[in-house]
């Protein structure tokens, strides 16, 4: 039984861009290994039997290989030793290889309840009529970034200095970072950004999530919550107001290994202890419990943080197959509940964060997530998350009247990882009634910086501006969907934005034909899983052209 998840982590390595893995072949692999695996060989064996397959297939550098199945083979080890054979028979239609039969929805059918009555009271004296605050996300620092390293190390993760010197100029990596390469947030650029989000002097900062870097194979619960602490540190040194961060998959060791309450306490208590600048004690018991929490952040506004890896799926994160996973996941949606009907009954306004897009959670959490929204319907003005290193959004639509109801921001990352530039958001806001006003978005040029020998971040668009829209309401979000469909050289300026002002060398060229647009137009139009291969049809579906993590 030990080597069947470790096999299954390693089949999985080599066939996620793989097109031809059906329902049926899935069933047949896990028959197979199932069988072979349970005359109960060693966790050594185990292990060498997964070093060898991905060495053999070449999915990764040995080091990377040695690493990461060393990481997970005591997990993985757990879980199979507490799955039954009937439990067994699901992971394929859990990994949503094969259809799912049954709905979720631990609330029931409910209608949205009548509208929140107003209750504005007065501005607080510190808040202009108009205000701001900053998003941003997924800045992966990396303090092992060396200047002059080679970007082409044959790893998820370069521009390390014990990779050695690049063999040429157009392979070092740059001072400020690279876009050539697989090399996360060099500390200086990092440094950067969050003095450029401070001139703007925020009322408030949103972060979430991913802060420590991609070199998965060598971290540990140390290694991830010592960049907590250096990304916690430096905003609560330059920005004088308070910052609200949550979770991201990266910070849990091994990567995307959320359990639960009473697991992951050590990631929990450490960020309670450095968020402590920031928050209250209330909201610091939620997050030592669960890993979220909420928070009021002006009178009539308030925070949800939520840990949205608890809902993470079951191919990414392996406790989920655990049975008694699904109660750490319906008591977070059961606290939502609350907190929400809470707001609603204070007449307060909330702000969701969040880090992963709701098309890369369970499927049956996103659309029960939907249906919360809606039934509180008003008190919801937007939700922020990160994660795809992507600039796009998601309209929420009533499934009867098709009519939009909410919006989803997904922030575009600080991190350079995926060959983009630096970037974070600005939101403005009516401080009386807490709706959103405008948005700017800023990023720092890498190539220029490079060049140059400093680095500025710049305006890169006006969001009202760019999009000629009205305001920023979800009907107002689904006006430009409609006009994205119909106008090419609008489109085309999107998805410039969509790559973080990336689109030409040096980096990756980034083109979009017409399976990636469709892709692009249901991604801004679904918000689960379901419906976006729904929306997508008989149309391929581009390979990772989304959710670059």
Same mark, same amino acid.
């Given at each position: $039984?030990?080597?069947?998840?470790?096999?299954?982590?390693i $089949?999985?390595?080599i066939?996620?861009?793989?097109? !031809?893995i059906?329902?049926?072949i899935?069933?047949?692999?896990?028959?197979?290994?199932?069988?072979?695996?349970?005359?109960?060989?060693?966790?050594?064996?185990a292990?060498?039997?997964?070093?060898d397959i991905?060495?053999?297939?070449?999915?990764?550098?040995?080091?990377?290989?040695k690493?990461?199945?060393?990481?997970f083979?005591?997990?993985?080890?757990?879980?199979a030793?507490?799955?039954s054979?009937e439990?067994?028979?699901?992971i394929?239609?859990?990994?949503?290889?094969c259809?799912?039969?049954?709905?979720?929805?631990?609330?029931?059918?409910?209608?949205?309840?009548?509208? $929140?009555?107003?209750?504005?009271? +007065?501005?607080?004296?510190?808040?202009n009529v108009?205000?701001?605050f900053?998003?941003?996300?997924d800045v992966?620092?990396?303090?092992?970034?060396?200047?002059?390293?080679?970007?082409?190390?044959?790893?998820?993760?370069?521009?390390h200095?014990?990779?050695?010197?690049?063999p040429? +100029?157009?392979?070092?990596?740059?001072?400020?970072?690279?876009l050539?390469g697989?090399?996360?947030?060099?500390?200086?650029?990092?440094?950067?950004?969050?003095?450029s989000?401070?001139?703007?002097?925020?009322?408030?900062?949103l972060?979430?999530?991913?802060?420590p870097?991609?070199?998965v194979w060598?971290q540990?619960?140390? &290694?991830?919550?010592? /960049?907590?602490?250096?990304?916690?540190?430096?905003?609560?040194a330059?920005?004088?107001?308070?910052t609200?961060?949550?979770?991201?998959?990266?910070?849990?060791?091994?990567?995307?290994?959320?359990?639960?309450?009473g /697991?992951?306490?050590?990631? /929990?208590?450490?960020?309670?202890s @450095?968020?402590?600048q920031?928050?209250?004690?209330?909201?610091?018991?939620?997050?030592?419990?669960?890993?979220?929490?909420s928070?009021?952040?002006?009178?009539g506004?308030r925070?949800?943080?939520?840990?949205?890896l608890?809902? $993470?799926?079951?191919s990414?994160n392996?406790?989920?197959l655990?049975?008694?996973?699904?109660i750490w996941?319906?008591?977070m949606?059961?606290?939502?509940?609350?907190?929400?009907?809470l707001?609603?009954n204070?007449s307060?306004?909330?702000? !969701?964060?969040?880090?992963?897009?709701?098309?890369?959670?369970?499927?049956e959490?996103?659309?029960?997530?939907?249906?919360?929204l809606?039934?509180y319907?008003g008190?919801?003005?937007?939700?922020?998350?990160?994660?795809?290193?992507?600039?796009?959004?998601?309209v929420?639509?009533?499934?009867?009247?098709?009519?939009?109801?909410?919006?989803?921001y997904?922030g575009?990352?600080?991190?350079t990882?995926t060959?983009? &530039?630096?970037?974070?958001?600005i939101?403005?806001?009516?401080?009386?009634?807490?709706?959103l006003?405008?948005?700017?978005t800023?990023?720092?040029?890498?190539?220029?910086?490079?060049?140059?020998?400093?680095?500025?971040?710049?305006l890169?668009?006006?969001?009202? @501006?760019?999009?000629? @829209?009205?305001?920023?309401?979800?009907?107002?979000w689904q006006?430009?969907?409609?006009l994205?469909s119909k106008?090419?050289?609008?489109?085309?300026?999107?998805?410039?934005?969509f790559n973080?002002?990336?689109?030409?060398?040096?980096?990756?060229?980034?083109t979009?034909?017409?399976?990636?647009?469709?892709?692009?137009?249901?991604?801004?139009?679904?918000?689960?899983?379901?419906?976006?291969?729904?929306c997508?049809?008989?149309?391929?579906?581009?390979?990772k052209?989304? &959710?670059r993590?």
């Open positions: $039984m030990y080597s069947f998840w470790i096999f299954l982590f $089949m999985e390595s066939l996620v861009d793989c097109s !031809i059906t329902c049926d899935c069933k047949e692999v896990v028959d197979i290994i199932t069988k072979a695996a349970d005359n109960l060989i060693g966790i050594d064996t292990e060498g039997l997964a070093y991905c060495v053999k297939y070449n999915i990764e550098k040995e080091d990377v290989c690493g990461i199945v060393h990481e083979a005591p997990e993985i080890i757990y879980i030793a507490h799955l054979s439990e067994r028979k699901e394929c239609s859990k990994i949503e290889l259809p799912k039969s049954g709905r979720f929805n631990i609330f029931g059918k409910r209608q949205p309840l009548p509208k $929140m009555p107003e209750k504005l009271g +007065p501005r607080s004296k510190s808040l108009v205000g701001k900053a998003h941003v996300t992966h620092v990396d303090g092992k970034y060396t200047q002059g390293s080679t970007i082409d190390c044959g790893r998820p993760l370069c521009c200095g014990e990779y050695g010197p690049a040429s +100029p157009q392979l070092a990596a740059g001072k400020f970072g690279t050539d697989p090399c996360d947030l060099a500390p200086e650029t990092f440094d950067a950004l969050v003095k989000v401070a001139t703007h002097i925020p009322d408030f900062v972060l979430t999530g991913d802060y870097p991609h070199n060598e540990s619960q140390d &290694h991830n919550v010592g /960049y907590l602490e250096l990304v916690s540190t430096a905003f609560g330059s920005i004088k107001n308070p609200f961060p949550c979770l991201g998959n990266h910070e849990a060791f091994p990567v995307n290994q959320y359990r639960g309450p /697991y992951d306490s050590w990631l /929990y208590n450490a960020s309670a @450095m968020w402590a920031w928050l209250p004690q209330s909201a610091l018991t939620e997050l030592r419990y669960g890993g979220y929490y928070t009021i952040i002006h009178p506004l925070l949800i943080a939520l840990n949205s608890l809902w $993470m799926p079951y990414n392996y406790w989920q655990l049975p008694e996973s699904k996941q319906q008591e949606l059961v606290w939502l509940d609350k907190t929400l009907s707001a609603y204070s307060e306004k909330v702000y !969701i964060t969040t880090h992963l897009p709701w098309d890369t959670v369970i499927n959490y996103a659309e029960t997530f939907a249906e919360l809606q039934h319907q008190v919801v003005l937007a939700i922020f998350g990160g994660h795809s290193h992507s600039d796009y959004w998601k929420f639509k009533a499934n009867d009247t098709n009519l939009p109801y909410a919006i989803h997904s575009p990352s600080g991190t990882a060959g983009l &530039h630096p970037t974070y958001r939101f403005y806001y009516d401080t009386t009634t807490f709706e006003l405008d948005i700017e800023y990023f720092g040029n890498i190539t220029e910086s490079n060049l140059k020998g400093s680095i500025q971040f710049e890169a668009y006006n969001t009202r @501006m760019l999009y000629n @829209m009205k305001g920023l309401k979800p009907s107002d006006a430009v969907n409609d994205l106008n090419d050289t609008l489109f085309n300026q999107y998805f410039k934005n973080q002002q990336q689109v030409a060398p040096p980096g990756p060229t980034r979009c034909d017409s399976a990636c647009k469709k892709s692009q137009l249901c991604t801004l139009n679904t918000i689960s899983s379901s419906q976006y291969k729904e997508m049809g008989d149309t391929p579906i581009p390979v052209e989304l &959710h993590d």
